[in-house]
């Protein structure tokens, strides 16, 4: 099966799962702006990697757009974000970033990734800052609130290659 593994990445996690995706299969690798410009025909199986922002999935719109386009195609999207993955629901609350037609098309997977605050734009680390600074403050927070609150104040990296596994599979012939 030919496939081709597209992403966008702000600060390298997401990039990072594309490569593995690609080396352990053999895709071809593309980010999101160089994908715009490439004929898709060729390809078996698209994989699309997007980094989680407020629970949606940053460069979607693209992938949403061309599905009708490829169908016959084996379609996947993961998503990375700063939640472990075991986080109840989070493939539930990703998937809201389709309609049900398009969720039948398409195999969804979560991969945890982490923060890097060095390489986040000052926009967005000013957006996390007072995303983290207002769990600290919630009043009555679970455990798992107050140990993301502390986790979340600086960088972390819980990415791991074998979260790959259910992708790559997939697209075995
Ligand atoms: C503004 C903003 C919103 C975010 N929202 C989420 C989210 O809803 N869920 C999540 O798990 N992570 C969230 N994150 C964390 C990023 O998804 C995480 O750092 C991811 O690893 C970034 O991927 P990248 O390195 O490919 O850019 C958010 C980060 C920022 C800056």
Redesign the pocket.
């Known amino acids: 099966m030919k496939a081709a593994v597209v992403?966008?990445?702000?600060?390298?996690?997401?990039?990072?799962?594309a490569r593995w995706i690609a080396d352990e299969t053999g895709a071809d690798c593309y980010e999101l702006k160089q994908a715009k410009r490439i004929d898709f025909d060729r390809y078996d199986a698209i994989v699309f990697?997007g980094?989680?922002?407020?629970?949606?999935i940053?460069g979607l719109k693209w992938f949403r757009a061309n599905m009708d386009r490829w169908k016959g195609k084996k379609l996947t999207v993961f998503?990375?974000?700063?939640?472990p993955a075991d986080?109840p629901d989070?493939v539930t609350?990703l998937s809201k970033n389709f309609s049900q037609r398009e969720l039948e098309q398409v195999k969804l997977f979560?991969c945890?990734?982490?923060?890097?605050y060095e390489?986040?734009s000052l926009g967005?680390?000013l957006?996390?800052r007072a995303?983290v600074n207002a769990l600290k403050k919630k009043k009555n927070k679970t455990r798992a609130e107050e140990r993301a609150a502390e986790v979340m104040s600086s960088s972390y990296d819980i990415?791991d290659k074998a979260y790959i596994q259910g992708i790559a599979e997939g697209l075995k012939d």
Do not use: D, E, H
């Open positions: 992403y966008s990445s702000k600060t390298g996690f997401t990039r990072q799962y990697g980094w989680a922002c407020a629970g949606s940053r998503s990375v974000g700063a939640s986080l989070i609350t979560y945890p990734g982490g923060l890097n390489k986040m967005y680390r957006m996390m995303f990415s």
